[in-house]
């Protein structure tokens, strides 16, 4: 007959079976188990916990860097100006290329290599490292608005510093391009350029651009009579002589109408027409070397005189 429970000794059975199994199950893990495992996983555990709060943290806080680092190129920027306000030069210098350097992309960029420039130019007298920084800020920047002042001062110290009147045309004549208000300026000293170089055709050309692109420039009687200088330099001295009559008519309350005056009555005496060169020196007023003027009749009357005893 099937019994409806086990026996007693059936589950005596089973319970020993259940004990042994725990015993090789306890074995097994006291077999596998490794102290160092668990100190791995505990430091691993709090390697990442460290790294969720860093992350948290960096969260919150990249705002703050981010503005922060923004506002470094100003800041470098106005402790430079301290610095030279200071007379240290040499630490504003060291600033201020640290932050072309290592900020060439922000607008106080050019800002410190014109200040570079500006420093060598005034307070070392450095011009022909001053230019190098000029050159520089506009290869660099060509459509930053501190180049216009850049070339300016390029061509000043080209020009009147360093004698390089080749290189001062270049700067001049970019200028000239940009549509300056000075055009009338920088045409005049383009002219005067040429002069230096001894180029007297392209010096009276770019004084007659500048009559005709400036009809109302305060130059322009200036112009007008160093362009009769240089048509006296070509031979072509009646040109010359139509010139500074024309300047004598047009501009008589000009201080260059008595020099006018006085280079026509030199013309009339080197062609021979010295009855009529005396007559324009002795009706010459307010020249600024009146002792000049004076030997030059004296000396004219004598010739004069000596001609009619020839005679």
Known sequence: MRRLFPSPSWRRRIR???????????????????????????????????????????????????????GAPERMLNHGGELESAHQFETAEALYQ?????????????????????????NRQNLRKALLWYLRLEKAYPDNPLVHATRRESARI????????????????????????????YLFEIADCYFQLGNYVQARIELEILGENYPDSPLLVEALYRKGGLLVLEGRNKEAGETWTALVERYPESIYRSQAEFDLAKLLEEDGRLAEALKKYQEIDDFPQPQLLEEKIEHLKKRIAEKKKAV
């Open 158 to 185: 080209s020009k009147y510093s360093l004698g390089d009147f080749a290189q001062a045309i270049s700067f001049y004549e970019r200028l000239l391009l940009s549509g300056d208000e000075n055009g009338d300026r």
């Open 98 to 122: 640290q932050l072309s350097q290592d900020y060439a992309a922000t607008p106080q960029a050019p800002e410190a290599l014109y200040r570079l420039a500006r420093i060598e130019q005034y």
């Open 16 to 70: 020993r079976m259940k004990r042994d199994m725990l015993e090789k199950q306890l074995k097994r893990e006291l077999k596998n188990w490794d102290p160092k495992r668990k100190s791995r996983s505990r430091k691993l555990s709090w390697l990442l916990l460290g790294l969720a709060v860093l992350l948290i943290l960096g969260a919150g806080l990249y705002p703050l860097y981010r503005n922060w680092e923004e």
